[in-house]
């Protein structure tokens, strides 16, 4: 099993900047992707960025483009999403996700998830 625990969320002004972080123990794959899906009040729950083992060729919603970077540090098992530029719309919870293999923005192709980090934009 693979526990996954986000850490970084709050309540910002737009404009500002966050660093969401989330740490993976447990179980261990020889190569893995990590992610990170949202869900606003309401919504679906979207696609916002993943990355490959490797750290290359890392996927990015259209929305967030140019705002998101997500990294990684496979040494601590740990993936990053930085935020700048907040808006609004951004608001939303903020899920780490973790699946063996290729990337996807199919949220049922990630196989853990973390509980979630709250992000609050305020206007």
């Known amino acids: 099993q693979v526990q996954l625990v986000e850490s970084g969320g709050g309540l910002v002004q737009a404009g500002a900047s966050l660093r969401l972080s989330c740490a993976a123990s447990g179980r261990t794959f020889s190569s893995y992707a990590m992610g990170w899906f949202r869900q606003a009040p309401g919504k679906e729950r979207e696609f916002v960025a993943a990355v490959p083992w490797s750290g290359g060729n890392t996927n990015y919603a259209d929305s967030v483009k140019g705002r998101f970077t997500i990294s990684r540090d496979n040494a601590k098992n740990t993936v990053y999403l930085q935020i700048n530029s907040l808006k609004p719309e951004d608001t939303a919870v903020y899920y780490c996700?973790?699946?063996?293999?290729?990337?996807?923005?199919?949220?049922?192709?990630?196989?853990?998830w973390g509980q979630g980090t709250q992000v609050t934009v305020s206007s």
């Open positions: 996700v973790l699946k063996a293999g290729l990337l996807s923005v199919v949220p049922q192709a990630w196989d853990y």
